[in-house]
């Protein structure tokens, strides 16, 4: 079964510093892995996924994520962050053919000026 | 643009009641999902449904049934709420086995049972 973890539960940073989400997923067979973002009070919006090919996969609003299939990681980087950047992060994994995830725990970065 | 939209946004119910979320979305997807979100715990998968009439048991369906008698919308029912299912609910939805993997999400409903 696969699993998925976040290692960091919360992130401060300061706004136009770089930012680096940390995701580890265990899985024995080959998976397609997702970054999430929730805003306060809102659903979660896809930021980017890797399905194949290229392992640098560039999102929207400035993220990029990098799959690394030896070290089982899919971390998340942002090179300069802002204000409004300041939301909860969910890594997750897809389970099988249908689309079921497995989500991380949840990463709340929290931007500062 | 794919939109969900959940019939709530605030619920407050109490203990014993039976409880209806409802989920729609409009972009003809085959696969809907719900899921609730824990602090701490991230998103768990309720029940998800692949097909109108169709359903699976997700992680943590104990406590809870799900109803899809029309491809748009998806109900998640608590049969008889209890204050340990106070949680923020979501749903989802997916293509299908075209593109299965992208999947879009309702504004959630934040449910407490008193």
């Known amino acids: 079964a696969q699993s998925v973890t976040q290692l960091d539960s919360q992130v401060p940073v300061f706004e136009e510093a770089p930012v680096e989400l940390r995701c580890n997923y265990s899985?024995?067979?080959?998976?397609?892995l997702f970054w999430y973002v929730q805003y306060p009070n809102q659903g979660l919006q896809l930021l980017l996924k890797?399905?194949?090919?290229?392992?640098l996969v560039k999102g929207i609003n400035g993220f990029e994520a990098e799959f690394n299939k030896s070290q089982t990681s899919f971390h998340l980087r942002k090179p300069s962050v802002h204000i409004s950047d300041t939301a909860e992060y969910f890594c997750?994994?897809?389970?099988?053919?249908?689309?079921?995830?497995?989500f991380g725990a949840g990463t709340q970065v929290v931007v500062t000026p | 643009d794919v939109k969900v939209t959940q019939s709530s946004r605030y619920l407050v119910k109490r203990t014993g009641e039976k409880v209806f979320l409802e989920c729609v979305q409009d972009?003809?997807?085959?696969?809907m999902f719900w899921y609730r979100q824990d602090p701490g715990l991230g998103l768990r998968l309720i029940y998800f449904?692949?097909?109108?009439?169709?359903?699976e048991k997700g992680d943590i369906p104990e406590g809870y049934s799900v109803s899809r008698e029309k491809k748009e919308r998806f109900s998640l029912i608590l049969e008889s709420a209890s204050t340990n299912q106070t949680s923020m609910y979501l749903c989802?939805?997916?293509?299908?086995?075209?593109?299965?993997?992208?999947?879009?999400f309702g504004p959630g409903t934040r449910l407490t049972v008193t």
């Open positions: 989802a939805s997916s293509l299908g086995q075209v593109r299965p993997y992208e999947q879009y």
């Open positions: 899985s024995s067979v080959s998976v397609y």
């Open positions: 890797y399905l194949s090919g290229s392992t």
């Open positions: 997750a994994v897809s389970v099988d053919s249908w689309g079921k995830f497995q």
């Open positions: 972009m003809d997807h085959e696969n």
């Open positions: 449904s692949y097909d109108v009439k169709m359903k």
